[in-house]
């Protein structure tokens, strides 16, 4: 029998002994894979498992605290509670994440203020589970925050001013109100992302805060004001467009996306042609939420002046995807702006095939942005009178017009350009050998498994990736042992990738290779290992 198959069966037969002595030692072994599968069985008989599972938090190796934390989360025994709490100071921030994530499981109010004293950790990812674990426990915790927001801790503060928002109980509205004026930017602008749960009645004091001297905390009260969606926050989000800091002024648009009103689409339209990428980026998103009657604005400022403005219009047009856009759209493509001429064409990728022709001619355009672009529309399109522009593309000599002329043939999954990625695979550059590996795999045609296998053997670790994954997609039997043979390679995600196809290939002889890899010193092989190995085994059990 398979060693694998012999900690199954030893586990199995553990667990219906009820021996969880037994069980205790395998969950103590190295092997995550013997953890993982002892820890499922521990959980499955109870009771019995809690005390060896509260002695296994205080282990000398990490893995199993966390694994012990997991596995009491599960069993929601309340002998757990006081131990977990003691695993909240554990050194390891991966240990108190994952016993902060257990007493969220259980919602006992005794680890209410060991989880409010977590809210100084260190970890952002601590902290989040810290709040999440309170948010479960609900209406008990209230009182608890409210008198921590009046720490000497700055993060203390600032992390309980954001429960109080989450858990959106009225009685944290005049306390959260209190602490606008906290002298910690970070404090400040939690609280007023928390308001948004007062709805109107907090109107005021957030439109006040619009005149902080923190751009965070401005940035916060125009996000919770657009979250309260009260039209009251119109002018003050309109004016905000035009602050000094391109977080608030994002934060603006967004706001004014989420409002919905007519009467912001002409000061939006005018923040198109912000300097700042982002604000432009989330303006173009919220005149898209607005939609329709935005339309006709927005086909004029494809005509304005600036550059930026055109460029965002045409973004815009591109999420709102009304048909009377589609010939401006086109006739922009011819715009002396690059940048226009590219985010016309990606915007174009919502118009069908009445945009194919021109979007083949924007191929051989100057400027690689905008052949990027054009590719990402026709790869959206799906047009087969493209594959042939898409396969010249193939050799282009910019890398991402390249990659994206590779994406869209693999979307395309057209057998006619079968031919053209397999010499591509064998002749092109690095990475347009990596996109036409990931292409045939979509593709799915099998006269390219001789090429993906040669493939794995590539001087480039992306390439042989792409192949090993390409492979898996085939599923063809022929590619079994250069698959096994790349489970040894020396890149971590090739053998990742190798072990994944594998899975996939559903092949029984690959179990003793795939086993051996579940000894991989990399945690993502020895996952892939485990998961494909159980794959070919329930498939194997169903013939």
């Known amino acids: 029998m398979e060693p694998l198959l012999q900690i199954d069966a030893s586990i199995t037969a553990l667990k219906n002994e009820g021996d969880v002595g037994g069980l205790i030692t395998i969950f103590r072994a190295n092997s995550m894979i013997e953890r993982t599968r002892a820890r499922r069985a521990l959980v499955e008989l109870g009771r019995p498992a809690v005390r060896p599972l509260i002695a296994a938090l205080k282990d000398g190796d990490r893995y199993v605290r966390i694994e012990a934390a997991i596995a009491l989360g599960q069993l929601r025994d309340s002998r757990a509670i006081r131990p977990l709490i003691d695993a909240l100071r554990d050194e390891h921030g991966y240990v108190r994440w994952w016993a902060a994530d257990a007493l969220r499981e259980m919602r006992d109010p005794r680890a209410i203020q060991p989880l409010i004293d977590l809210l100084r950790d260190e970890s952002r990812e601590v902290r989040f589970w810290a709040v999440a674990a309170l948010k479960s426990i609900g209406e008990p915790v209230v009182l608890e925050l409210i008198a921590a927001l009046s720490s000497g801790n700055e993060r203390l503060r600032a992390e309980a001013a954001h429960a109080l928002g989450e858990l959106q109980d009225p009685r944290a509205a005049p306390h959260l109100m209190r602490v606008l004026k906290d002298p910690d930017s970070s404090v400040r602008a939690a609280a007023a992302y928390g308001l948004r749960s007062v709805g109107p009645a907090a109107l005021k004091p957030l439109i006040g805060l619009l005149r902080d001297e923190s751009p965070q905390v401005r940035a916060a009260a125009v996000l919770a004001l657009a979250e309260i969606r009260d039209v009251t926050a119109l002018d003050p989000l309109i004016q905000s467009l035009k602050d000094t800091s391109a977080e608030v002024r994002a934060a603006a648009a967004i706001g004014l996306g ?75 493509l011819k715009d002396t702006s690059a940048y226009v001429r590219s985010e016309a064409a990606i915007a174009l990728r919502y118009a069908g095939p009445v945009a194919t022709d021109r979007l083949i001619e924007t191929l051989a355009d100057v400027e690689s942005d905008v052949r990027a672009g054009a590719a990402i529309a026709l790869r959206d399109i799906r047009d087969p009178r493209a594959v042939d522009a898409l396969v010249r593309a193939l050799r282009d000599e910019s890398e991402d017009v390249r ?70 997609h085939l599923k063809d039997s022929r590619a079994l042992r250069p698959l096994i043979a790349s489970l040894g390679d020396e890149s971590e995600c090739v053998r990742e990738a190798a072990a994944a196809a594998l899975g996939e290939l559903g092949q029984i002889e690959a179990l003793p290779s795939l086993e051996k890899a579940l000894a991989d010193p990399s945690g993502s092989v020895q996952y892939a290992a485990m998961t494909a190995f159980e794959a070919i085994k329930i498939r194997a059990q169903k013939r």
């Open 258 to 332: 989420e409002l919905k009103v007519t009467r912001a689409v002409e000061p939006l339209i005018e923040t198109l042609g912000d300097e700042d990428l982002y604000v432009r980026a989330h303006t173009a998103l919220s005149l898209g939420m607005i939609g329709e009657d935005a339309v006709d604005r927005l086909i004029k400022a494809l005509a304005d002046p600036n550059e930026y403005l055109r460029g965002g219009a045409a973004t815009a047009l591109g999420r709102i995807r009304q048909k009377t856009a589609i010939r401006p759209l086109m006739e922009a």
């Open 403 to 472: 990659a994206e002329a590779g994406s869209a043939l693999g979307a395309l999954r057209d057998p006619r350009s079968a031919g053209p990625l397999i010499l591509a695979l064998k002749n092109g550059t690095d990475d347009v050998r990596c996109w036409a590996a990931m292409a045939l795999g979509e593709i799915g045609d099998r006269q390219a498994v001789d090429g993906l296998m040669d493939a794995l053997a590539d001087a480039h670790e992306e390439v042989r990736d792409a192949a090993a994954d390409a492979l898996g």
